[in-house]
């Protein structure tokens, strides 16, 4: 209820408190967009920027998005003082900063940019005081310019608060303060997943999506290559943003009319691929509750998630779906079936992903994904890449025409559309599950139940005389929270669905930036309407899926020929470090590598007495010139003292110090007696 007890004033005109947090929150409410780099509602509040102050009366001027509001205040949102104050900050934020805006992938969503054209900043009266820091490429995934950084400390926030992984943080102090991994490494060297969510909120381009749309041109120029495309179902509903279309239009056709101009030979739907996706996991599932398999049994579609799985709980690794994403099922499908289609040679097959994640483009290149040297998927595009390719050619994307995929990898069903979004994966799958278990049409497709934005959903699904429980975690910090539970014994559940990006893949790392939780809903709503008007709903009634299986994939899903080119295997990466340290390195050309983990945050680990152990083992049993052994440091918790080896590429099994140091020696001379 509004009374004169909850009014606060601003510019004159009075706002009731209704809960926000801070002023800036109520100034918005107002119709007052007050600048702000670091502040972003799903985040701690940090306050660094200063741009976002206001004048209060008998207290002065004052940072928005840290002060509370309190009944009576009387606020000014621009006045000279503060005017000048902004335009001073935004002066040396641009002073300090890379200024080779043309050529930056963010030139045309710069939030600095912005901002500086809005206060009229036309001068930089100050010099520069920073040196030229080199550029980060080490990952597949991003890339980090620090010299475009603002420290602004949104990466560093969304990484540990909402992903809980910490792979960036600042360093060193006063004008040598940065934004940097642990040690100041490169990104690829620590545990970094490649979500892409620092570039999601980075406002200046520090962080952004690996770029390979050039790459992609030169193969289009190339006569001698057919090259091929699938699309993935967020990009659809996201894409239209950056050519001024509200969220959540489908502009698929369009894309799919766009992409013939540009000169891609064959276009085709991720949907489809997403479709055979569930005949694999939803029949893996069900195996896996008719033979006592491991359970529960968690999708594997999301490669961020994956990653994160492999580094931070490899015990579950054998929990997870062993199938393929949709991208790399769409890859193994193309490259055993269209060079006969195309009537070309299989060297002559590009075959390129548009996809709203980074994270894919990590997964492209992982070498268990490729044959005879050659990757199934060759190039991932990002969501705002391929905008910036239509814009090149001067393509007007409002005003094409759509067109219809390619067939027979165009058609699809709404149980692929909706993989885009958090809890489309999990309903696909029990649309698929609930009617092979009740052997019986399943007339009702949706289950509301797994939909929407709340951290953890979950579901009871009446089957038969039982029930299927089922849960879906989105954003890592909430997939941690639920994993932890589950371990703790807490709750119990058949299926898991986890996607690491908040909302799902239509809010990617490598989407136009969702601002707010409104734009994921229409996102997601543009997937959901997809589903509807879609004449078939349920992956299992793609009958062209049903003929790929017929005529190469050994005529069922889960046969031998499925899981050769369907599936996957994964990796234990807990063994990537905050740092390493080499303690003895023999002098042959070619050395056996053993690392030993020390947890930092243990006092007295006993990685300490062991790395001794295993050195004084080396030098008597006359190794010492064989190998190199590493201690490596990590700040993750090692639960009950447990500890890892590696001896060479592979680790030694977590298992009590007593023990380790007797399996450790035997690995050592198995690899090298």
């Not at 941690?480 to 807490?490: P, S, T, V, Y």
């Not at 990796?571 to 740092?579: E, G, I, K, P």
Request: hydrophobic share 40%; net charge neutral.
């Amino acid at each position: 209820m509004t009374t004169a007890e909850n009014i606060v004033k601003v510019n004159g005109c009075g706002i009731a408190i209704e809960g926000e947090r801070n002023l800036l929150e109520l100034i918005r409410k107002a119709g007052i967009d007050i600048p702000t780099f670091c502040y972003h509602s799903e985040l701690s509040i940090y306050g660094a920027c200063r741009l976002c102050l206001v004048e209060v009366d008998g207290k002065g001027i004052m940072a928005a998005c840290s002060t509370k509001p309190e009944p009576g205040m009387e606020i000014r949102t621009d006045t000279k003082a503060i005017r000048q104050m902004r335009k001073i900050n935004i002066e040396l934020l641009l002073a300090s900063h890379n200024r080779e805006c043309p050529t930056c992938s963010r030139s045309s969503s710069c939030t600095l940019q912005n901002v500086a054209r809005r206060l009229g900043v036309d001068t930089v009266r100050y010099r520069s005081a920073t040196k030229q820091l080199p550029l980060d490429t080490s990952s597949p995934s991003l890339q980090r310019d620090p010299n475009k950084c603002v420290l602004c400390g949104d990466c560093v926030r969304v990484c540990a608060e909402v992903q809980g992984i910490g792979a960036i943080d600042f360093a060193f102090r006063g004008s040598n303060a940065r934004v940097s991994p642990a040690f100041d490494q490169d990104l690829s060297q620590v545990e970094c997943v490649n979500c892409g969510q620092c570039a999601a909120v980075c406002p200046t381009g520090a962080i952004v999506p690996k770029q390979d749309r050039h790459r992609v041109w030169e193969e289009i120029y190339n006569p001698q290559k057919k090259v091929v495309v699938q699309i993935a179902p967020a990009v659809r509903v996201a894409l239209g943003e950056m050519f001024q279309l509200a969220p959540g239009t489908n502009v698929a056709g369009k894309l799919v009319s766009a992409l013939r101009l540009m000169g891609f030979d064959e276009v085709y739907d991720t949907c489809f691929a997403a479709d055979m996706t569930i005949f694999e996991e939803a029949t893996e599932l069900l195996d896996r509750v008719g033979s006592g398999g491991v359970m529960p049994m968690f999708t594997s579609c999301c490669p961020g998630w994956v990653k994160y799985c492999e580094i931070y709980y490899p015990e579950l690794l054998p929990n997870l779906s062993s199938t393929r994403s949709p991208q790399q099922i769409f890859g193994s499908v193309a490259r055993k079936t269209l060079p006969a289609r195309l009537g070309i040679e299989p060297a002559d097959l590009v075959v390129v992903s548009i996809m709203p994640c980074t994270a894919k483009k990590f997964e492209a290149q992982l070498p268990k994904f490729s044959n005879h040297g050659k990757p199934d998927v060759d190039y991932v595009l990002t969501t705002t890449e391929v905008a910036q390719m239509i814009a090149s050619m001067g393509i007007q994307f409002d005003e094409l025409e759509p067109s219809a995929f390619d067939m027979p990898y165009g058609f699809s069903t709404g149980g692929g559309v909706i993989f885009g979004t958090t809890g489309g994966v999990m309903e696909a799958a029990l649309r698929f599950a609930v009617e092979k278990l009740e052997n019986k049409p399943l007339n009702q497709v949706e289950f509301k139940a797994v939909r929407g934005l709340d951290k953890r959903k979950e579901a009871a699904v009446r089957v038969g005389d039982g029930e299927v429980k089922v849960a879906v975690g989105h954003g890592l910090g909430n997939a941690k929270a639920l994993i932890e539970d589950l371990k703790a014994g807490k709750v119990h559940y058949d299926f898991i669905e986890v996607m690491a990006c908040p909302g799902g893949c239509v809010c990617g790392g490598g989407q136009p930036v969702a601002p707010n939780d409104n734009v994921r809903r229409q996102r997601a709503a543009g997937l959901y309407n997809s589903d509807k008007t879609n004449q078939l709903q349920k992956s299992q009634d793609n009958y062209l899926v049903d003929r790929c299986y017929e005529e190469v994939f050994g005529g069922r899903p889960g046969s031998h020929d499925a899981h050769e080119n369907l599936h996957t295997h994964y990796q234990n990466r807990s063994q990537l470090f905050d740092a390493k340290l080499t303690v003895l390195k023999g002098s042959e050309p070619r050395l056996l590598p053993i690392t030993v983990t020390i947890c930092t945050r243990l006092q007295d680990c006993p990685g300490q007495a062991l790395l001794g152990e295993l050195a004084g083992f080396v030098k008597a049993s006359g190794l010492a010139e064989r190998v190199e052994l590493i201690a490596a440091f990590t700040s993750r918790p090692v639960d009950n003292g447990e500890l890892c080896v590696t001896v060479g590429d592979e680790p030694v099994e977590c298992t009590a110090a007593s023990d380790l140091a007797d399996a450790a020696k035997q690995a050592i001379r198995r690899a090298l007696v």
